[in-house]
C-alpha cells in the first residue's frame, strides 16, 4: 500500500474562518511533509516532520499551524488566511533514514484544493 | 539552496513523436526522484535513480542519471495523450540531514492527439 490520504478534497473558506487539512498514511514512513502548490509550478516545502517532530519550517507564516498527532496522521491548522494562500496543498511521506537513498521516496496525496475567499 | 533547473519549461508535440526533458544543477544529489502530475491532482513517483550513469526504463520512458550524479533527464519515445502532465524532477542532496527533498522547475508536456 502507498497511499497518502488527504481531506478534504476541495475547501473554500473566509479570511476569517479556522480550518483544518488532514492527511494519513499507513505505510509506516516516520517523515510527513507539507507542500503548497501554485498552478503549473513545482510544490514548494513549507513543513517537515521526522520521527513525529518539526524538523523543518521554511518560514511559513503563523497562520498556518502544522500538527503530527502520531505516526500515521499529519494536520495543518488554518486561521485568518489570505486570498494569496489559495493553492494546492499536498502531503507527502518518506522513510526517514537518510543511508538508503531508495527509503526517501515520497509518495504524496492527492492534494487539497483551498481557496480563500 | 540546491537548484534544479529544468528545461524546457513548456513543451507541446504532437502524438508519435518523440522527447526529452532535462534537469540540471550544479549540487550533487544522492538519489533523484521522477514525478507526474496531472492538474489537480498529487504527483505520481515514476522512477528513482541512485547510481551515477544509472538508465532505467519505464515502458516508453527512460531515465537517466548524470555520471556526477548532478543531472537528469526524460526521454519519452511515441508520445502519447496521456503523458500529458507536468514532470518533475526532486533531489536528495547528498549531505542531507533532515529530509529535504529540491525540486525542479517542472515541465509541462502536452500531447495533441
Known amino acids: 500500500d502507498t497511499e497518502v490520504t488527504q481531506t478534504p478534497k476541495h475547501l473554500v473558506m473566509g479570511m476569517t474562518n479556522k480550518k483544518s487539512l488532514k492527511c494519513e498514511q499507513h505505510m509506516g514512513h516516520r517523515a510527513m511533509y507539507w507542500y503548497k502548490q501554485k498552478a503549473k509550478k513545482p510544490p514548494e516545502l513549507m513543513f517537515v516532520?521526522?520521527?513525529?517532530?518539526?524538523?523543518i519550517n521554511e518560514s511559513v507564516p503563523s497562520r498556518f499551524s502544522p500538527e503530527c498527532p502520531n505516526s500515521s496522521l499529519l494536520n495543518l491548522h488554518l486561521h485568518a488566511l489570505q486570498p494569496e494562500d489559495s493553492a494546492l496543498y499536498l502531503c507527502?511521506?518518506?522513510?526517514?533514514?537518510?543511508?538508503?537513498?531508495?527509503?526517501?521516496?515520497?509518495?504524496f496525496g492527492p492534494g487539497t484544493r483551498l481557496t480563500v475567499l | 539552496t540546491q537548484l534544479l533547473e529544468q528545461s524546457p519549461q513548456f513543451l507541446s508535440i504532437q502524438e508519435g513523436e518523440n522527447l526529452t526533458v532535462y534537469c540540471n544543477s550544479s549540487s550533487v544529489f544522492s538519489s533523484l526522484q521522477w514525478y507526474r502530475q496531472e492538474p489537480g491532482e498529487g504527483p505520481v513517483l515514476l522512477v528513482t535513480v541512485v547510481t551515477g550513469g544509472e538508465v532505467k526504463k519505464l515502458k516508453r520512458l527512460t531515465f537517466q542519471f548524470g555520471d556526477a550524479r548532478k543531472d537528469s533527464s526524460l526521454h519519452i519515445t511515441a508520445a502519447q495523450p496521456g503523458d500529458t502532465g507536468l514532470y518533475l524532477c526532486a533531489g536528495l542532496a547528498r549531505e542531507n540531514t533532515g529530509n529535504q527533498f529540491y525540486f525542479g522547475t517542472g515541465t509541462s508536456l502536452t500531447v495533441i492527439p
Open positions: 516532520y521526522s520521527y513525529e517532530k518539526l524538523s
Open positions: 507527502a511521506s518518506s522513510r526517514a533514514s537518510v543511508r538508503d537513498p531508495y527509503y526517501n521516496e515520497q509518495f
